[in-house]
């Protein structure tokens, strides 16, 4: 057995993925426009109105979109690590941006037009005020946001615990 616990590694050890999602549609700005249309509730009750109109006329157009958002060069995943949110681009692990459990302390998520028919939002991480890193589109973002705050207290607490051992273990040799 190489950890004490397991299904836990130190972040000193190995990263390893605690989470991995996928941007949804509404991550761009075309996405949102579909999601604006067919969230439309106007009509005649709630069994037919012009938005299910709309998503049923947009399939085709929808189906397009979607695969060319999994083509190498536009797709993206986010990934939660024991040691930070990674940014990578689609399947590879070229990484395209990423952020440490301990750059931020905070997580807003924001809900664009359009967002909420797909449901997505974007995740803002902020140290106090500042905005530090964006995720853009992410699907169901509450459990996302939810993921890496979790993460982020228990790497937190853990380089805590690690400070507070080094003197005493200085001392002690």
């Known amino acids: 057995m190489t950890q004490p616990i397991s299904g836990l590694t130190p972040p000193e050890v190995a990263e390893v993925t605690v989470m991995t999602v996928f941007p949804s549609m509404g991550a761009t700005p075309f996405g949102r426009l579909i999601g604006r249309l067919c969230g ?32 190498p060069w536009a797709c993206r995943r986010y990934r939660i690590t024991n040691r930070r949110v990674v940014v990578h681009r689609w399947l590879t692990s070229q990484e395209v941006a990423s952020i440490g459990l301990d750059g931020f302390d905070a997580i807003d998520v924001e809900v664009l037009p359009g967002q909420e028919w797909f449901p997505c939002g974007n995740l803002i991480f902020r140290r106090g005020p500042v905005l530090v890193f964006e995720l853009e589109g992410v699907r169901e973002p509450e459990v996302f946001r939810q993921a890496c705050l979790k993460a982020a207290r228990g790497y937190q607490a853990v380089q805590q615990v690690r400070q507070q051992q080094a003197p005493a273990q200085a001392a002690a040799s």
């Open 40 to 71: 439309l509730q106007i009509g005649l009750g709630k069994f037919f109105t012009l938005g299910k109109l709309f998503a049923l006329l947009l399939i085709p157009v929808a189906l397009v979109y979607f695969f060319w958002r999994l083509s």
